[in-house]
């Protein structure tokens, strides 16, 4: 039976503050709950589940687990419907910088819906990319709704948060490849030295001092008359080209 003290723990980490000072994040929902299980480097600190689930996915010993039932589940899930499972899993180590050289990495400027940051985690581990480089203005990968939306991706691809334009200067001898509606057709471009792929914001695109860092701006070609496209399926259309 979960504690009124617990349900408030619980629910005081759909906060970012608190998923920070406590440096956990939530999983729900038993496919990413099982996922992230799975992973090596991800560290289960609980799990709150409904009987019949627990009896289905035997645990190993020393994870703490605690049943209870739909009412108690409702009370402490942050999506609008609860889903079998809960799991507080603790952050990753946070990453202080990366390494550039011979690879490619997605640099995202104010990415802030949730569902297209952790979708846009996902494409970049689907298509093997095992870094990403974001704006503090960007959404919370640990928000709820990042982790739904990326599932068990987020336990295999780092991010960076950190201030862009200080990191592009720190970083000059990269190849910069900038997503824009002025850009040059993706589709007609040969084969590209790998570097950082510049993603801006859903609306406003990439903030100017970013783009005149730009080596190059690419386009993907637009044959109707859609004013522009989601910044995560505009990411998953660069990669299937570039990658």
Request: glycine share 6%.
């Amino acid at each position: 039976m979960l504690s009124k003290t617990k349900v408030k723990y619980i629910q005081s980490l759909g906060h970012k503050k608190r998923r920070d000072e406590e440096q956990v994040f939530i999983a729900e929902g038993p496919k990413i709950v099982s996922e992230l299980l799975l992973e090596p480097d991800m560290k289960v600190i609980e799990i709150f589940a409904l009987a019949e689930w627990l009896l289905q996915n035997p645990l190993p010993a020393n994870i703490p687990r605690l049943i209870v039932t739909e009412e108690e589940l409702e009370k402490i899930t942050q999506l609008s419907t609860p889903n079998k499972v809960m799991a507080i899993f603790q952050q990753p180590k946070a990453i202080v910088d990366i390494i550039t050289k011979d690879k490619w990495v997605l640099l995202l400027d104010g990415i802030q819906d949730p569902g297209n940051m952790g979708t846009i985690i996902r494409i970049a581990d689907w298509f093997g990319i095992k870094q990403i480089i974001c704006s503090h203005e960007c959404a919370s990968i640990y928000n709820t709704k990042v982790i739904q939306s990326s599932m068990a991706s987020i336990a295999r691809v780092e991010v960076l948060v950190t201030d862009l334009l200080p990191w592009i200067n720190q970083h000059a001898d990269c190849n910069y490849y900038a997503a824009s509606l002025e850009g040059k057709d993706l589709t007609s471009m040969g084969k590209l030295k790998k570097g950082i792929i510049m993603i801006g914001n859903e609306s406003k695109g990439l903030n100017p001092s970013l783009l005149a860092k730009a080596n190059i701006l690419i386009t993907i070609p637009r044959i109707g008359k859609a004013e522009s496209l989601n910044a995560s399926v505009a990411t998953g259309i660069i990669l299937s080209h570039l990658v």
